[in-house]
T-cell receptor
Framework: DTEVTQTPKHLVMGMTNKKSLKCEQHMGHRAMYWYKQKAKKPPELMFVYSYEKLSINESVPSRFSPECPNSSLLNLHLHALQPEDSALYLC?????????????FGQGTRLTVV | GESVGLHLPTLSVQEGDNSIINCAYSNSASDYFIWYKQESGKGPQFIIDIRSNMDKRQGQRVTVLLNKTVKHLSLQIAATQPGDSAVYFCAESDNAGNMLTFGGGTRLMVKP
């Protein structure tokens, strides 16, 4: 299994809603990532979890809250988002071992904030 | 901050021709440089990577070249096919594969 599975594929939420994005991988990877991608732009790193611990937070607003319940799961909790937060949210994982730079991406969650 | 960028936003090639996609980087401390392909509606897909101590690496129909003197990275695709049509991103990471920065992307369009 070389897949990173993200749910839901599409999400529409109001600015007062609370929702969560989910990501799962069963490749035994110990690093997992959240990226945000706007249309026609490259993915922008948001968070990195290494061995279930948050190792990188790229100055992301607190309305985005990541969670790594175990080595296979990664969540992104959303609260009080703004319309400009509408984007494709990508999850990725990698082995987190020296000598390997390959990361596997999910299909993303297309988020629309209304 | 330091960044990885691309020269050309769109590249149009004839089916069967070779394609060359370029990328300029500024962070000399990166251990790996990676190329990703992203098709419409999908997440990025790993194509090939190259370690900073190498100049060239070949895969199946793809070759990555690294010129550290001018901080330039390129992806060569041989015998380009319609299925190669996508946006291509370069990226850089440390030795443990912690993805840090993606480049601006080049859209490759293959004409039949």
């Amino acid at each position: 299994d070389t897949e990173v599975t993200q749910t839901p594929k599409h999400l529409v939420m109001g600015m007062t809603n609370k929702k969560s994005l989910k990501c799962e991988q069963h490749m035994g990877h110990r690093a997992m990532y959240w990226y945000k991608q706007k249309a026609k732009k490259p993915p922008e790193l948001m968070f990195v979890y290494s061995y279930e611990k948050l190792s990188i937070n790229e100055s992301v607003p607190s309305r985005f809250s990541p969670e790594c319940p175990n080595s296979s799961l990664l969540n992104l909790h959303l609260h009080a988002l703004q319309p400009e937060d509408s984007a494709l949210y990508l999850c990725a994982s990698s082995p987190a071992v020296r000598g390997s730079a390959e990361a596997f991406f999910g299909q993303g969650t297309r988020l629309t904030v209304v | 901050g330091e960044s990885v960028g691309l020269h050309l936003p769109t590249l149009s090639v004839q089916e069967g021709d070779n394609s060359i996609i370029n990328c300029a980087y500024s962070n000399s401390a990166s251990d790996y440089f990676i190329w990703y392909k992203q098709e419409s509606g999908k997440g990025p897909q790993f194509i090939i990577d190259i370690r900073s101590n190498m100049d060239k690496r070949q895969g199946q129909r793809v070759t990555v070249l690294l010129n550290k003197t001018v901080k330039h990275l390129s992806l060569q695709i041989a015998a380009t096919q319609p299925g190669d049509s996508a946006v291509y991103f370069c990226a850089e990471s440390d030795n443990a594969g912690n993805m840090l920065t993606f480049g601006g992307g080049t859209r490759l369009m293959v004409k039949p």
